[in-house]
């Protein structure tokens, strides 16, 4: 790990590609902490980009990818990872080549192979990051410059990667109150699958599950903290998962396989009326969710709401 006391750069100009809720809180996090100058926003909903003006989120609102990183120091790709491909390819040829370029996507591997394939000599400028923040609803309305402080941001860095803009990306991630780790794409993706990814799918599953049911309203109504804790993570946005889980895929698929014997486990003691397995069996879950806690600042413990 890096050291966490930067000196903090200070762009001139901003491109936020994605003008949602991660991209507007870093706009608005650099903001506060007077680390940019101006901050040019392109959404592919006209409608985002002026309501992203509206809220002075971004200082300008612009008509595509190229006009926005004209020009720009840093650009940041906020949007969901099945857009990365085309963003990229949309900013190659604009992008200056002393910029530093990085997204926010919650998958890795897959991000890195769209880079890959089209950022050409701007490869060695792009550094991939996943600030682990987030909320269950999305927008740029939801956009607030305290969302990175006291949290995670893991940078995934390629052999090609710059060490300059890794130093960069690094201390404006530092500056806006980000604990910074590092890791490798297929690390990343890993990690992230069995703490995150696999939570989501198995909250999306159980909401399913008891809508399925003839009676749902009435179970509904009669649901307590418990399942709104559970459930929490359920409401959040269906395209951005979509592409999460669709991305990483294998990595998601063998944490269901781990479920699904720890789940046997559970089914056996009840359909044998093993009391005592089922008690271990709790025990044991309660007694690692007891001793964790989310902190931040603690490389050996992550945890992710995107």
Known sequence: MMSERPSAPRFQRLALIGCG??????ALALRKAQLVGHIAGFSASEKTRQRALALNV???????????????????LAVPVGAMHGSFAALR?????????????STKCDVVAAAQATLGERLS???????????????????????YQ????????LP???????????????????HVSTMTPEAHDSTFAAVSHLPHLLAFAAVNALVAQPQSNALLEMAGPGFRDFSRIAA????????????????VLKQISHFRTALAQFENALKQGDTSDLQQLIQQASEVRSGWSLQAGDAGQIASDT
């Open 58 to 76: 971004i200082d300008q609102a612009c008509n595509s990818v190229a006009e926005a990183v004209a020009q720009a120091d840093l650009i940041l």
């Open 125 to 147: 400028c792009f550094v991939p990051a996943h600030p682990i923040a987030g909320k269950e609803v999305a927008g740029i309305e939801h956009a607030e410059s305290t969302l």
């Open 21 to 26: 809720l991660m991209g507007g809180s870093f």
């Open 93 to 105: 040829e604009a992008m200056q080549p002393h910029a530093l370029l990085m997204d926010v996507g």
């Open 236 to 251: 959040s946005d269906a395209a951005v998962w979509r592409d999460i889980l669709s991305a990483n895929q294998t990595e």
């Open 160 to 178: 090609q990667t710059n060490m300059q803009r890794l130093r960069a990306a690094h201390d404006v991630w530092v500056a806006i109150g980000s």
């Open 150 to 157: 006291d949290r995670r941001t893991v940078l995934t860095p």
